[in-house]
DNA sequence: CCTGAAATCTATAGGTA
DNA sequence: TACCTATAGATTTCAGG
């Protein structure tokens, strides 16, 4: 990995934390929110946005205005924890959209998975299909999203110290 | 909840699937995207704003460009599981940006966080608190994230039928 | 759903401290 | 290096068909 680390300073983390949250906001208003004028909030974000650290934009869609939806957490326990084992389940993840959330773990589960389906029986229907793939699975726990209680996007510039901070992009 | 169903065809199943990973495109490249003129286009995107449909846009941020950081799952079972415990519970984890997803589950584990923190100690340090702070906490269970290994939006558009669908906002 | 046009925004050029 | 103003071209928004 390359570590050309980049100051960045309060106006860039503002920068970040205000598009966290408003993605699609003209960057002559972002401008005006920074106390920049346009060109050089603008050279800023596009640096944000070639250094990697803004990596994209997304809408965020109500999964309520689509219901009836259920949302699963899946933990995953592997028969074999080879390294070829491993892999072979991650590039099988990705080629399920209704996966929408991977996480490999420490401390006795080996992955945390987030599902998507129409319901329950769609729901194992899946399931069923995946643990028929030879993906070397030994055993899963599914639990049922009764209720989300809190998504926001990731503090990231609360954990950056007060001061400029070398970031790796 | 108002349930005044609002039907969506395929041209608002696509711009929902463009701006799921294109957040950002410009509305004219976006009507061009769907083979319409720019007026049609930004009035489906606007109706699709208004009912809340599309809830908002966020940029996505490179955790890996503000590292090192260390994401946590955690599963919460609470000591009482009465609606009010429930609800303080819920509502306490509001005010810690830290926690920046939080489910609440059925089958045997009350809740599941995640947590941001900057490395394993300030995450201990966290949760110290968060025990503290009268919560009714019976129990918890840390897993560190090792590897994320898929991150993509809800497949909503692919959960709807293949026709115009009705859609409660 | 279209065209057209005013208001606004974007991206760049050129200049100051 | 970091900021500014100015401006041509693109985009957004809306009126009218």
Redesign the pocket.
């Known amino acids: 990995m390359k570590t050309n680390g980049v100051?960045l300073d309060e106006?860039d983390l503002r920068i970040i934390e205000i598009l966290q949250r408003e993605g699609r906001l003209?960057?002559?208003?972002l401008a005006r929110r920074v106390?920049?004028?346009?060109?050089?909030c603008?050279?800023?974000l596009r640096h944000l946005e070639d250094a990697g650290i803004i990596e994209g934009y997304e809408a965020r869609v109500s999964l309520k205005a689509f219901g009836p939806l259920t949302q699963v957490v899946v933990t995953v326990e592997l028969e074999s924890h080879l390294p070829a084992d491993f892999a072979r389940f991650e590039r099988a993840i990705q080629d399920h959209p209704e996966i929408h959330e991977c996480d490999s773990l420490g401390g006795g589960i080996d992955y945390i998975l987030k599902v998507l389906a129409r319901d329950l029986e769609s729901y194992q229907a899946f399931m069923d299909q995946l643990l028929s793939a030879g993906l070397g699975i030994r055993r899963y726990f599914t639990y049922v999203v009764t209720k989300p209680v809190k998504r926001s996007p990731p503090p990231v510039t609360r954990l950056t110290g007060p001061e400029g901070r070398k970031i790796s992009p």
Chains 1, 2 share one sequence.
Do not use: Q, V, Y
């Open positions: 100051k106006r003209s960057k002559s208003e106390h920049l004028s346009s060109t050089p603008w050279e800023r």
